[in-house]
């Protein structure tokens, strides 16, 4: 019997407890689930989807990784996520329970979206499930109210200026910034030059080694990890 639908599954940011049971039930219900590793310069393989697969306990046979090149130039991921629903197709067609996993929240720039679409195109049945956000989880881990009342919410990627940042905070928006090493440069501009900012900055949430920081001066002197992201708090509270 052909499964209901090849399902992306949301994993949380890092903390095994921050998944759904949707989530958990559709991964311990899988024959495979597929999520990426990236490759160490020491040459072993590093995966944050694993750690958490692994925290689950998700049965060994089930776990398919596959190799996801991080360079900025994108040709090679693009490929390896052709690969991946090449095999997903294959497998679907085969009648096998199939899960592709997602850090954070699966429709919150995750390139692996790619790969629901091409199915989706081929008129196979998808499903996404929903996930917590990195963006969230850091904010409760701060005890944020992210916005409130007429406040504005805006989530930036790595191609943040300093002075958008700017000019949004002093339009009264909350800004969050991800992919801070894309932008290290720009965000540390706007923090030397808006020291009285309310800022939060997050490092690995939810993980053994998470950093949190409030202090400007201390926040630019880290190298911001891939894991790393910025809440910029509106400076017109209500
Ligand atoms: N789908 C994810 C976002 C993927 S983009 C989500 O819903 O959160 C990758 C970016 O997410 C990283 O560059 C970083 O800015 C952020 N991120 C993901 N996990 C994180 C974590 N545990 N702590 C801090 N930032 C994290």
């Keep these: 019997m052909t499964p209901k ?7 949380g940011p890092g903390d095994p407890e921050l998944i759904t049971l949707q989530s958990l039930h559709a991964k311990h219900s899988a024959d495979c689930i597929f ?16 750690d958490i697969l692994r925290q689950l306990h998700i049965p060994e046979e089930a776990i398919r990784p596959f190799l996801l090149p991080m360079q900025k130039e994108r040709t090679a991921a693009w490929s390896a996520y052709e690969e991946v629903y090449g095999q997903v197709r294959q497998l679907y067609e085969a009648g096998r329970r199939v899960c592709v996993v997602a850090e954070g929240d699966a429709g919150l720039y995750s390139s692996i979206h790619y790969v629901l679409e091409r199915l989706q195109a ?4 998808v499903l996404q499930l929903a996930g917590v956000p990195a963006f969230v989880a850091s904010g409760a881990r701060a005890a944020l109210h992210l916005v409130s009342q ?3 919410l805006v989530v930036c990627p790595g191609n943040a200026t300093a002075d958008e940042l700017e000019r949004f905070t002093a339009d009264a928006y909350t800004v969050v910034v991800m992919k801070l090493p894309q932008c290290a440069d720009e965000v540390k501009r706007f923090l030397a030059a808006s020291p009285c900012v309310d800022v939060h900055y997050f490092e690995h ?3 053994a080694d998470e ?3 409030t202090d400007p001066y201390r ?3 880290r190298p911001f990890p891939y894991f790393s992201l910025l809440i910029v708090k509106s400076q017109n509270r209500n």
Aim: charged share 20%.
């Design 5 to 11: 639908a090849v399902q992306f599954v949301s994993l």
């Design 35 to 50: 999520f990426p590793v990236t490759l160490c310069r020491e040459g072993g393989w590093l995966s944050r989807s694993a």
């Design 122 to 125: 081929d008129g196979i049945p």
């Design 150 to 152: 007429e406040e504005r």
């Design 205 to 207: 949430t939810g993980m």
């Design 211 to 213: 950093c949190y920081l």
């Design 219 to 221: 926040i630019c002197e």
